[in-house]
């Protein structure tokens, strides 16, 4: 079998990277099974019938299908309710929906995981661009707490803070994004809520993004109040064409619905248009497909272990999300990875991506992605701003098999740049 033929070094040390990473993808097998179980239970349960996958068109009232997607959807990460809707265009905007369903004049929101995600800040009102009707431009109010010396969350100086005044929302961010912290076990979170539980009566809200199915409970299944995130990224499976979701409880996620159609309407409205069939058929593979990116990102640490360069997790360290880091060292060795990775793509594979100065960054940024979904990064995908720490962040690959050969193409590329 040798489609692909690879540098005899790297295909030696794919070998090494593949037997060390076995014992990895064994436990990743026991998550997706468990998961994949969840998600087939919550079909059963749920009455999932072939009349529910057509479309409606218009005002799409009595949407069946919209509505079982919804309820399936909500027990499949232990929510008494969700939205899930392909109109929610991203996941920033549907955290922003969420927030804004939330949220009124004189509220405290309180971020206890340092500062948010880049794209909610100009959400909140922070990134300086007033006028556009922020949540501060509304007159709420938001703090932080800063992330402790090792990127973890400082659950004291919540108490604190806490105590101080009235807080309306407490705001978790599980994924890393792209730093250098680690990501919130689900573990850490079911901590944050019992800590806001003891000292305040203020809402839970989780931006899961990138943190579905990568655990066998979700921040709902621990008593977070609200959850959200994005289609196009674990729990639209690699097959929804777009769209966000909102879940939690259930008066919560009626007050998100009224902000994201109009108090009067809510989640009544809203027609499917033929997109119900891709979002179930992408939550029934998420758990899978999530698992697959699970091992893309252990093996892939692996290799560049192997290389001497540091990965972040370790191959073998737990993980809460479907990123991987790997510090490479220099500029050039980023631009080779990416030009490397994008070289393995199911699309777009000629394309040699290129740094460019992306707006909101201080330095150029070189990205690879060769998906079947425009920016879809459940598919495998790569991003590095070319600066310290000079670190490549990867997630993705909707099956293993394919995205080795991938990853081996940016190795082999980083190979060649160093003996250069
Ligand atoms: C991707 C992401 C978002 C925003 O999602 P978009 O779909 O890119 O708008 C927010 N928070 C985190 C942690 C993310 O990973």
Redesign the pocket.
């Given at each position: 079998m040798s489609f692909f033929k690879f540098d005899s070094e790297i295909e030696k040390m794919s070998e090494t990277a593949l037997k060390k990473v076995k014992p990895v993808f064994e436990k990743i097998d026991e998550i997706t099974e468990y998961n994949q179980q969840k998600v087939l239970s919550s079909f059963r349960n749920n009455n999932v019938s072939e009349s529910c996958l057509g479309e409606t068109t218009g005002y799409g009232y009595g949407d069946k299908g919209r509505d079982a997607l919804e309820s399936t959807f909500a027990e499949a990460v232990g929510a008494e309710s969700a939205l899930v809707r392909h109109t929610l265009t991203?996941?920033?905007?549907t955290?922003t929906v969420a927030l804004f369903g939330l949220l009124r004049p004189g509220d405290i929101m309180l971020s206890a995981t340092g500062t948010?995600?880049d794209?909610?800040l100009p959400t909140i009102g922070t990134a300086g661009e007033g006028g556009r009707g922020s949540l501060i431009d509304f007159g709420v109010k938001y703090k932080e707490t800063a992330l402790r010396e090792d990127g973890s969350p400082d659950v004291d100086a919540l108490i604190k803070a806490l105590k101080k005044e009235k807080i309306k929302l407490v705001y978790i961010?599980?994924?890393r994004?792209y730093s250098l912290r680690p990501s919130l076990s689900v573990k850490k979170i079911d901590e944050i809520v019992r800590a806001v539980r003891e000292n305040s009566d203020a809402v839970v809200m989780v931006?899961n993004?990138?943190g579905e199915f990568v655990e066998k409970e979700e921040p709902t299944d621990v008593g977070a109040d609200i959850i959200a995130g994005?289609l196009?990224?674990n729990p639209g499976g690699g097959i929804a064409k777009n769209g966000g979701y909102i879940a939690g409880k259930k008066k919560l996620v009626e007050l998100c619905s009224y902000r994201m159609t109009t108090p009067g309407l809510g989640a009544e409205v809203g027609a499917s248009l033929g997109h119900t069939r891709e979002m179930f058929m992408g939550l029934f593979n998420a758990p899978h497909v999530t698992g697959e990116a699970l091992k893309t990102a252990a093996y892939t640490a692996a290799l560049f272990e192997e290389m001497g360069f540091v990965s972040s997790p370790r191959f073998d360290e737990d993980r809460h999300d479907i990123i991987e880091a790997i510090k490479l060292k220099n500029s050039e060795n980023l631009i080779a990875f990416c030009r490397g990775l994008q070289s393995g793509a199911p699309v777009d594979s000629f394309v040699v991506p290129e740094p460019w100065d992306m707006p909101g960054y201080d330095s150029k940024v070189i990205m690879a992605a060769g998906t079947f979904t425009l920016?879809s990064?459940i598919e495998l995908s790569g991003d590095a701003p070319l600066r310290e720490p000079f670190a490549v962040w990867m997630q993705g690959g909707l099956n293993f098999h394919s995205a080795k050969v991938a990853v081996n193409f940016a190795a082999e590329a980083v190979k060649i740049q160093n003996s250069k």
């Open positions: 991203c996941g920033t905007h955290l948010p995600y794209t909610i961010q599980r994924s994004g931006d993004c990138y994005s196009i990224k920016g990064s």
